[in-house]
């Protein structure tokens, strides 16, 4: 970008802020005065792109929703901004010096092609054309950035350690935050829903974070040999990840954990695919045939999720009779499911779910904590979500990206110099830690926040960039 070009578009953002501050500050909306903030951050994404979005990796865990005081704006701060001034970086090089797509032509990024091709679709019938439209604009300020600077800047494998030094050093500070303003209430069971506040809303999406960035720590902490103080930097890093993680009383978040480990015995053991696909059929099919006596199993089942108790709490993640989390969860899918029946082609229309659902609650699905409006959120479920708003073919292609990830993953780990131990171990971890958000999304749904989208979605593209590195043939554009 010449000098002349540059200096002309901060002289319009100038002129763009000072008539907007003079709105702004007649309307008494004073947190207009973080323009400048964004300013600075609009300046480094144009003239060190490589570093801010590397930077990013740090600033997405402490980033704050701005909702949470002025009521009406829902902006995460600093990370937002950012990402949609990459946006807008993007098509603006795409338009001025062209850009090399070949090297998206890879699984992982046709399956985001096509599912944000069919969000766009089912904006068109959607219940609510504008919701839908916002979903789309906010799905293309995460993704398409991380796709166009992540494979370039991905290919070199020392970036990729920065972002996850840098990732791990953001959470570690948040959970670090936490367990402090926890500790203030004697790791109170209630206190855990919202001492993650101002970084996380509740308790659900901090612990899933906190479950997805533990293989990580591990991971760098067994790729290589480091010196002394960072092996016990490291060290205490994984002690505060598992404090955090127990104190978070988020069960999904230690179920996925296991989960995890599950999977990564599957692979260190090299179990071929059709003994895992036998397993998988055998199991669905014994839930089958067996479902009316676990169904009088669970009925017995009357651990509540407000104990303290570590065992106890595991066991109430299956107490489907008084258990108001578990049952609210169910209320939330029988609802989606009621939503897929009434429009099973395009759904209601991406993000349309929360102002949906209120009207296929059945009487006999009501809890404690059910709102008759409907005003309580998502499906709890990435899956079940996309089916409810984007029909059959919409989960299939959600669906489809979580396949194609684990499959590009799994095989590009397993094929990978096994004299190259470090990233060998950086891509197992990665893998893991990915394994956790995407079993804790069968319970839960956070792909519309920065928190889990760009660390989510940039593990992905990783490795499409290590695939290509495989593959010099492709040529690679600079950022």
Not at 16 to 32: D, I, K, P, R
Not at 212 to 229: A, Q, T
Not at 339 to 358: D, I, N, S
Request: charge should be neutral; include cysteine; charged fraction near 15%.
């Amino acid at each position: 970008m010449s000098f002349l070009t540059s200096n002309r578009i901060f002289f319009l953002l100038g002129l763009c802020y000072a008539a907007l501050s003079v709105y702004f500050l007649q309307t008494n909306q004073s947190y207009f005065t973080l323009f400048p903030i964004g300013l600075l951050g609009v300046y480094f994404a144009f003239f060190y792109s490589k570093a801010t979005f590397i930077a990013l990796a740090f600033f997405v865990p402490l980033s704050v929703n701005i909702e949470e005081w002025t009521q009406s704006v829902g902006l995460f701060l600093p990370t937002e901004p950012i990402l949609f001034g990459f946006l807008l970086l993007a098509l603006f090089r795409m338009l001025k010096e062209g850009y090399d797509f070949s090297a998206w032509n890879n699984p992982i990024i046709l399956a985001l092609l096509s599912f944000i091709a069919w969000i766009a679709i089912t904006i068109i019938p959607s219940s609510s054309p504008f919701v839908s439209f916002k979903f789309l604009i906010a799905k293309l300020w995460f993704l398409v950035p991380i796709m166009f600077f992540g494979i370039p800047l991905f290919q070199d494998r020392k970036n990729i350690i920065r972002f996850l030094w840098l990732f791990v050093v953001g959470m570690t500070l948040v959970m670090s935050y936490t367990l402090f303003v926890h500790a203030s209430y004697g790791f109170g069971e209630k206190e855990g829903h919202w001492v993650m506040f101002p970084f996380f809303k509740d308790h659900t999406i901090y612990g899933a974070l906190v479950a997805f960035v533990l293989p990580i720590v591990v991971g760098l902490y067994r790729s290589k040999k480091h010196s002394p103080i960072l092996q016990a930097i490291l060290l205490l890093f994984i002690v505060i990840n598992l404090i955090a993680l127990y104190f978070s009383y988020t069960r999904a978040a230690w179920l996925s954990v296991m989960a995890a480990v599950g999977v990564l015995g599957l692979i260190y053991f090299k179990i071929k695919f059709k003994w895992i696909a036998l397993s998988t059929l055998t199991l669905i099919g014994t839930l089958i045939i067996s479902w009316d006596a676990i169904q009088m199993a669970l009925a017995k089942n009357k651990y509540e999720h407000t104990t303290e108790e570590f065992g106890e709490r595991l066991q109430s993640a299956t107490n489907v009779t008084t258990d108001a989390s578990n049952l609210e969860r169910i209320n939330r899918w029988s609802c989606a499911w009621e939503m897929f029946k009434e429009r099973p082609v395009f759904g209601f229309g991406p993000g349309t779910y929360a102002f949906e659902y209120a009207r296929f609650q059945e009487p006999e699905n009501l809890t404690i904590i059910s709102t008759n409006f409907g005003d309580m959120g998502n499906a709890h479920s990435e899956y079940l979500g996309a089916l409810a708003e984007m029909g059959f073919l919409g989960l299939l292609l959600f669906i489809a990206i979580v396949a194609t990830i684990f499959h590009q993953g799994i095989t590009l780990y397993l094929k990978w110099p096994s004299e190259d131990h470090e990233m060998r171990v950086l891509l197992l971890a990665m893998i893991m830690a990915l394994v956790t958000y995407f079993v804790h999304a069968f319970l839960n749904n956070y792909l519309d926040t920065d928190k889990a989208a760009f660390p989510i979605f940039s593990f992905a593209i990783a490795f499409v960039a290590l695939k290509q590195v495989k593959h010099q043939s492709v040529s690679i554009p600079k950022i």
